[in-house]
């Protein structure tokens, strides 16, 4: 696994002058196929002359990101425009006072500052980045404080069916594919959804994530037997894991009341029939 650097400080990993031209591009020539066909190379090319990670400005916040080992960090390091963007402009965009956005899966935090961008702009807004990998959470967590007056408050748990310890299991070549398992290395702590948002205090969810990797069922099945009306999210964002779902979780969400706003390549954006945004 790639060391965490939370030493050095911001700007010790700046790009040299290749890769700062490259991340230019990348960022700026769309999402077209070629789009893509040319930030796949270019990508290629600038890990090649990186250091391990890359300090950088993104969604308007100071970041220190990655080049290896997890997928979506360096998706999002050279082309944030490929990187779920309708599933992200869909929750920014319904952003007001009050708002609460739950990560479920956040990674380093990339959906999360990319939804703050958005949330500063509003009264007392709140963002739960959840992140259990102990790697993962150093990372994001050393990202926030890089960034001054920002809504987000990390959480290194697992949201799960139930409370306990249990085992992560995390590939080396990609750390946000993390799934619990006995065989795990990493052991965290987990708590069910409704025990967690009544533990932090709160009434109302405006939007939620969740990219749990196939655990997705294991978090919501509970919560919507369990949550009363008041509790339930306005939005969801869920990753498409139908293949490892053992229920039909989009008819359960429908029949809570959910309508299916968007299919995207990877996500399912829901929202709750009732709410006017």
Known sequence: ??????????????????????????????????????????????????????????????LRMYTKGNVSEKRALFSPQIFEEEERNFIAERAEDNSIFIDIGANIGLYSFSIANAYKKYNNTKIYSIEPHPGLFKRLSFNVSLNKDIPIYPREIALMDK???????????????????KKGKNLVTAKNLLGFINDEGIKKISAMKIDVEGNEEKIIIP????????????????????????????KLLEEKGYIIQKKTRMNYILKLNNSNN
């Open 1 to 62: 696994m790639i060391s965490v650097d939370n030493n050095s400080k911001f700007g010790f990993y700046k790009p040299n002058t290749l890769v700062s031209i490259i991340i230019l591009i990348t960022r700026s020539i769309g999402s077209t196929w070629l789009s893509k066909r040319i930030i796949f190379l270019l990508r290629r090319i600038a890990v090649i002359f990186s250091k391990k990670c890359i300090d950088t400005t993104l969604f308007n916040y100071n």
């Open 163 to 181: 409370s306990g310890q249990f085992n992560l299991s995390t590939p080396e070549e990609n750390l946000g594919q993390g799934v619990i398992s």
């Open 223 to 250: 919560f919507l037997k369990d949550a009363n009306e008041e509790q339930l999210p306005t939005i969801i964002v869920i990753e498409n894991n139908q293949e490892l779902w053992k229920n039909d979780l989009i």
